[in-house]
């Protein structure tokens, strides 16, 4: 099931995430409970030093993006994600995708498919495409 925030996410298409904001999810999906900007804060990674501000305003903006969800306990405010990472890379792989195929006329989508497939070198990965697309063609309605 679908969080409201999720859906505005894919809605809005905003599936890309600046270095910061992927930062800050990869975090939010190690911890996987509510944190608090502090709690982002003591556990990003690097060398780099972030102000309390910073990190405020990058949640702020994954809330705004429909990936985060905040409740507030007295003046704190806790944030936790509505959408898993595999979720979001699978959301992201469809947007591209979709736009990739939206940008082309039929022959160019022809090319930009048999493109992807050719990229692949590995039977398994093979096997695994194969076996979703079965699943998507039996998603697709009759028409």
């Avoid at 050719?118 to 695994?128: A, F, H, K, P, T």
């Amino acid at each position: 099931m679908m969080h409201g925030s999720v859906l505005r996410f894919k809605e809005t298409g905003r599936a890309d995430l600046g270095p910061l904001e992927l930062a800050v999810m990869q975090v939010l999906w190690k911890i996987n409970g509510a944190c608090t900007v502090n709690d982002v804060l003591l556990n990003l990674a690097g060398p780099s030093r972030y102000a309390y501000t910073t990190i405020m305003t990058t949640l702020n903006r994954l809330l705004n993006k429909g990936l985060v969800d905040r409740k507030f306990t007295g003046r704190q405010g806790y944030y936790t994600v509505n959408i898993s990472e595999k979720q979001w890379q699978m959301e992201r792989a469809r947007m591209l995708v979709a736009m990739l195929l939206e940008a082309h006329g039929q022959q160019d989508q022809d090319a930009l498919i048999s493109g992807i497939v050719e990229g692949i070198d590995s039977e398994d990965v093979l096997n695994d495409l194969e076996r979703c697309v079965r699943k998507r063609r039996c998603q697709l309605p009759y028409t």
